[in-house]
Every structure is written in C-alpha cells, then in structure tokens.
C-alpha cells in the first residue's frame, strides 16, 4: 500500500473521514519479547508460549497492549506522509481501550480517521480515532484517540 500524500494545510479537509487502512502487521513472538525486553515488561502469558497454552485464557501467547499502540508510528506512515510537516509529535491520548486481545500469529492493520484539526503556533494539533483491527475478529484489539503536533 502507498502512503496517501496529504497536505498540513489541507489536514482539516479530512475532518470526520477515514483517511485509510494500513497493510496487515504480523505479530511475531520474536517481535512481543523484544518488547519485554526492551521495556521490562514480562508477562508470562505473552512470552512462555508452552504455559500460555496450557493455562492462559487465550490459548496461546498475547501481545502486551502497550505493544499494540506502539505499532502505530510505522503503520501510520503506510497510511499517510504528510507533505510540509517538518516535524510530527505525539501530543497525547484523549482515550485508549483495549477491546480484545491480540494473540501473537496474528496480523494485525490500523484503521485511521481524523476527528478534529486546530491551529497551534507553526502547525496543526490533529486528534486521530486509530482502530487496530485482528484478520478475522469479531472486535477491533486496540481504540485509542490519540493527538499529534505536526509543525510545518
């Protein structure tokens, strides 16, 4: 999938639309544990795989949640460049839910709406709906509103 190329100026043009869906992401369990490495997150039922069979209520390994979240910078940037933005930043999150969970073998893809656009000094605050959706589940595994600072 190629990036939509849209411009900062133009980002207010797109509020209350869905502006694209990223390619599927697989999750691998190479990819889970070095997350908990790289955080000192462990969670037995997201690296053990042999003992989330047996005893975890999911029937194999998860992803951590906050794993899920962090796919969003590289899976937005399959979505969308926007064009005369010198700088984008993570400003926050209005709302996060965790509605299922993300086994690990799974693919994973973002879906990413924009729902407000206000001028700040030198850019735009943009706050986005991003909807992580499983290949085949019932509900999305992760809903965050999330705000970005894109300066220009």
Request: hydrophobic share 40%.
């Amino acid at each position: 999938m190629k990036a939509k190329r849209i411009r900062l100026q133009d980002l207010s043009t797109l509020v209350g639309q869905e502006v694209g869906v990223s390619d599927w992401y697989l999750v691998t369990q190479r990819a889970v544990d070095a997350y908990a490495a790289a955080t000192d997150d462990h969670q037995w039922f997201c690296e053990d795989v042999e003992r989330a069979k047996k005893e975890s209520p999911f029937g194999g390994t998860v992803a951590p949640d906050y794993f899920i979240l962090a796919l969003a910078p590289g899976l937005l940037k399959k979505i969308w460049y926007l064009q005369g933005a010198r700088l984008g930043m993570n400003y926050g999150i209005n709302r996060l839910r965790f509605p299922a969970p993300l086994l690990v073998g799974s693919h994973v893809r973002l879906r990413l709406s924009v729902r407000s656009v206000k001028p700040v000094p030198d850019g735009q605050e943009v706050t986005l709906t991003l909807s992580f959706e499983v290949e085949g589940g019932q509900k999305p595994v992760c809903v965050a509103e999330t705000v970005y600072r894109y300066l220009g």
